[in-house]
């Protein structure tokens, strides 16, 4: 099959999807981990079970790359679907003045034509275990605040050491809650990954920045890629199925994967220092890269080429950056924030043993975050 009629049956494909009522549509407050799912609520709210054997078929199914991103298995044979900048540094390594994949698109049309992609390294989630008792425990009383510290990355460093040397699998303490849960999460690692699709660029990025971030949207942000294991394509059990009728108007959707970060955990305090300090700086310096960039690629097709991947990086972190700024000086954010930090400082201040240990908590962050300020500035733009 040519790449033409590969993108022409994508996107039959896709506008056979019904299309939503977006006045309708809505998404439920919510993200968790495979180990933390409120399963009563979602069986009370929309009567589907959440089930131990449907969680572990959701989590092997669920990739996670390497660069950041995430992806999912959609056939028995290792191939696996992800958006279209996990592969845009392999399509720009692999493309040469001559042949432009960025501009034409690539297609495997069989597997012998998968290219590899060295750079890429993709990771499945095998399990979870709490270790927050032990990293907590690892802490001496009456230590200090960098001595606290030590000793967690110490303890941290041997449970991951530890678990790779009794498992193979690779192994990672993530922090949760600033700290108030640690997990062990270990991932089955795949270093032998091969593209087999990207559109051409005007088609995964139709509309540019402006459309970035911006809902419905008409592009195939879309690639795949293939695991091998012993030079071989890799056999799953679990994999998520194409649907040709899609999902139904008001039907219960989930989404997984490895997202970013979230920030709702943060004081008030934390969030006046991004919303006057921190993420300004960080848009300036931002919008400084853009401008060189953009400077740089004006001087003809191939520096063009060589620069285009950094520029969608940065732009798309100015849009991310710009709205978070926009969502902070709206007044009802913070307003909101402000009474729910205020119930909890009474419910802890209400409790004398609470008190002496966390009472001072919010203080000690805000005049933290008041001695950033010239660090950040310096850090920034110097």
């Known amino acids: 099959m040519s790449l033409r009629k590969f993108m022409c049956a994508l996107l039959m494909a896709a506008f056979a999807l019904p299309a939503l009522n977006l006045t309708t549509a809505r998404a439920d407050e919510g993200m968790w981990t495979f180990n933390n799912v409120p399963r009563a609520e979602i069986k009370r709210k929309y009567g589907f079970e959440v089930t131990d054997a449907w969680l572990q078929k959701v989590r092997l199914a669920s990739v996670r790359f390497n660069n950041g991103g995430s992806g999912s298995f959609v056939s028995p044979d290792g191939l696996v679907l992800t958006n279209y900048h996990i592969v845009e540094d392999i399509v720009g390594e692999i493309s040469t003045p001559e042949k432009d994949y960025g501009k034409e698109g690539f297609l495997a049309r069989t597997r012998a034509e998968e290219v590899k992609a060295p750079s890429l390294e993709l990771n499945v989630l095998m399990s979870i275990e709490d270790v927050t008792d032990r990293v907590s425990g690892a802490v001496k009383a009456g230590a200090t605040a960098a001595e606290a510290a030590d000793a967690r990355r110490a303890e941290i460093s041997a449970i991951e050491g530890e678990s790779l040397k009794a498992t193979g699998l690779r192994s990672d303490v993530v922090t949760l809650y600033q700290g108030g849960r ?46 091998y294991e012993n030079d071989k394509p890799l056999h799953v059990e679990n994999y998520f199925k194409w649907s040709k009728a899609g999902a139904k108007e008001n039907e219960l959707v989930f989404v997984t994967g490895h997202p970013g970060s979230t920030a709702r955990l943060n004081t008030v305090a934390h969030l006046e220092y991004l919303r006057d300090t921190g993420i300004p700086l960080i848009l300036r310096w931002l919008e400084s890269r853009q401008a060189v960039l953009k400077k740089y690629m004006e001087m003809g097709d191939e520096q063009t080429r060589r620069a285009q991947n950094e520029l969608n990086s940065v732009e798309n972190s100015i849009k991310v950056y710009r709205g978070q700024l926009a969502g902070l000086r709206e007044k009802t954010v913070l307003d909101k924030k402000r009474q729910s930090e205020e119930a909890l400082r009474k419910s802890i201040n209400a409790d004398p043993r609470r008190m002496k240990e966390y009472g001072d908590a919010w203080d000690a962050i805000a005049a933290g975050r008041r001695g950033q300020t010239s660090y950040e500035r310096d850090r920034r733009l110097f």
Not at 185 to 209: H, I, M, N, S
Not at 214 to 225: E, Q, T
């Open 182 to 227: 640690y997990n062990l999460y270990r991932y089955k690692k795949y270093t032998d990954v091969r593209l087999v699709f990207a559109p051409e660029f005007q088609a995964a990025f139709f509309g540019g920045d402006p459309d970035n971030f911006n809902y419905p949207r008409f592009n195939i942000d879309m690639a795949l890629v293939r695991v």
